[in-house]
C-alpha cells in the first residue's frame, strides 16, 4: 500500500494555493488569516457529502472548523473517505451523544487547580495555556473548551498557574497545552518559558502542539531562538497520517531539531485513518526520517460526538504486535488508553509475558514463540506471579499448565 516511503515522495507545495506568492503562502499569519470556516470556503475546492456540508453548518456551537491551507491541501478531493478529510472536516455523525462519552471524558475540570492547570500526577502538571489551535481535530479531547463554541469562556490566568507550580516543589514536570501554545505570541511564550526556567524544581519543560504539522510556516527562527534560549524543550507534535509528513513538516522539524528541541510523536488511533497496520508503520518509519521520536498512540477518548472516529481497542493492539520486533524499537510507540474519568495513562500492549512463578517466566516473541526464562536464585518472591496463564487458551504449548 506504502510504496517504500522516499522522501522525494513526500507531497508539500501551494496546490490550490498556486497563484498566491510564495511570501504570503509562507507567512504564518497569512495562512491563520485564509483558513477555511465554512462549508462554502471548502467547496471551492472540493465537493462536500450533504453529512458533511451539515456538519459544517453544526460546527459553530460544538467545536468551530477551520483548516489551514497547508493542511487542506493534503486532502485528497475525489476521496469521500480521505484520512486527512475525516480529521479536519465536520460530520453530521457529531451531533450523535453516546451513552458512555462526555464533555470532559478525562474529568480534567475535577483536577484543575487553578484556571488552565491540571494536576493528575504526583509530579507533573498539564498547563493549559490557550483554546485556539491553528486547525481543530474533530475528535479533540479538549473541545469543551477548545475554540469557545461551547460558551465555556476559557481563560487561563498565568499568573495563577505560576504561582501554584512554584508554590509546589514536587512539580519537576510541566507540560503546556491547551489549545495549541505555539499559537501565543512569540513574547508571551518567551516569557512563560523564562519564568518556568526560574523555577529550580521545574526539572523538565515540554509542550503538546500540532503547530508544525497544521502550520510549519509558524516554526520560524525566532521561535526557535526562544526555544534554544530556554532548553532543553521536548516537543510533542501530533501526526496521525503518513501523508501528514510533508516537505514544510520535515524541515520545520529540522529548524526545531538544530535549536536543540527534541520532537515525539503523539497519535490517536483513528478510524478509516491510521487504523491498519500498514498505514502506521508507514507514519513511524517517515517520523524517524524527520527525527522525530513516536511516543504515544492514544485510544480515542470518549468525547462527545466522536464515535464514528474512534477505532476498536483490538486494533490498537494489533498494530502493537505489528510493530515490536518488526521494525525498529525507536519506531514504536507505547499504545495507551486515558482512562475515563481521570485515572491517567494506562499502556495497553499485546501479550509478551504468557506466565510467571518462582521458577520462570514464559515468554512470547514477536513472531509468536515461546520462550522460557528461569527466575533462579535471583527470583524475589514478593514478586508477582500471574495466578493464571495469559495465554488466553492453548497458545503457551501447555506452559501454563506446568506453572501451576
Ligand atoms: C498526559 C498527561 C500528562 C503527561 O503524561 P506523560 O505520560 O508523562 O507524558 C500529565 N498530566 C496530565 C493531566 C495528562 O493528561
Redesign the pocket.
Known amino acids: 500500500m506504502y510504496p517504500q516511503d522516499r522522501l522525494a515522495d513526500w507531497h508539500s507545495g501551494q496546490g490550490h494555493w498556486a497563484h498566491i506568492e510564495p511570501e504570503k503562502w509562507n507567512d504564518w499569519v497569512w495562512q491563520l488569516q485564509n483558513r477555511l470556516r465554512s462549508a462554502e470556503d471548502i467547496e471551492k475546492y472540493i465537493h462536500l457529502s450533504e453529512g458533511e456540508r451539515e456538519g459544517c453548518m453544526l460546527a459553530g456551537n460544538k467545536l468551530a472548523l477551520a483548516i489551514t491551507p497547508h493542511f487542506f491541501n493534503l486532502i485528497d478531493g475525489d476521496d469521500p473517505e480521505d484520512p486527512i478529510r475525516r480529521q479536519v472536516i465536520p460530520r453530521i455523525e457529531e451531533m450523535n451523544v453516546a451513552p458512555e462519552e462526555r464533555d470532559d471524558p478525562?474529568g480534567?475540570e475535577h483536577?484543575m487547580v487553578a484556571p488552565g492547570l491540571?494536576?493528575?500526577?504526583p509530579d507533573?502538571?498539564?498547563f493549559l495555556v490557550t483554546d485556539r489551535c491553528a486547525s481543530y481535530c474533530r475528535y479533540c479531547t479538549r473541545s469543551r473548551l477548545v475554540s469557545n463554541a461551547k460558551g465555556y469562556d476559557f481563560h487561563a490566568e498565568f499568573a495563577q498557574a505560576l504561582a501554584y507550580i512554584r508554590e509546589h516543589e514536587e512539580v519537576r514536570?510541566v507540560?503546556l497545552?491547551g489549545g495549541d501554545p505555539l499559537l501565543l505570541a512569540d513574547r508571551k511564550l518567551d516569557y512563560l518559558l523564562g519564568e518556568l526556567r526560574k523555577i529550580e524544581h521545574v526539572e523538565f519543560i515540554?509542550i503538546?502542539s500540532r503547530i508544525p504539522v497544521f502550520l510549519p510556516q509558524r516554526v520560524t527562527p525566532a521561535l526557535c531562538d526562544i526555544f534554544k534560549k530556554h532548553g532543553p524543550i521536548f516537543l510533542?507534535i501530533h501526526v496521525n497520517h503518513p501523508r501528514e509528513c510533508t516537505r514544510e513538516l520535515r524541515d520545520a522539524c529540522e529548524r526545531l531539531s538544530f535549536a536543540g528541541v527534541v520532537i515525539g510523536n503523539q497519535s490517536v488511533l483513528l478510524r478509516g485513518v491510521n487504523d491498519e497496520p500498514e498505514t502506521m508503520k508507514s507514519l513511524v518509519h517517515r517520523l524517524l526520517m524527520m527525527r522525530v521520536r513516536p511516543?504515544?498512540i492514544y485510544q480515542g477518548d470518549l468525547v462527545a460526538g466522536s464515535a464514528h472516529l474512534r477505532a476498536d481497542v483490538a486494533k490498537g493492539i494489533d498494530i502493537i504486535r505489528h510493530l515490536r520486533g518488526h521494525t525498529s524499537g525507536y519506531a514504536v510507540p507505547q499504545y495507551?488508553i486515558?482512562a475515563p474519568g481521570?485515572g491517567?495513562?494506562i499502556p495497553v500492549n499485546p501479550e509478551y509475558v504468557l506466565a510467571m512463578n518462582e521458577k520462570e517466566v514464559v515468554l512470547r516473541n514477536y513472531e509468536g514463540r515461546i520462550y522460557r526464562y528461569p527466575r533462579g536464585a535471583n527470583a524475589e518472591s514478593e514478586i508477582h506471579a500471574y495466578d493464571t496463564c495469559q495465554c488466553g487458551g492453548g497458545e503457551c504449548a501447555g506452559a501454563c499448565d506446568d506453572l501451576r
Open positions: 478525562l480534567e483536577d491540571v494536576h493528575r500526577y507533573r502538571v498539564l514536570d507540560l497545552s515540554r503538546g510533542s511516543y504515544y495507551v486515558d481521570g491517567g495513562k
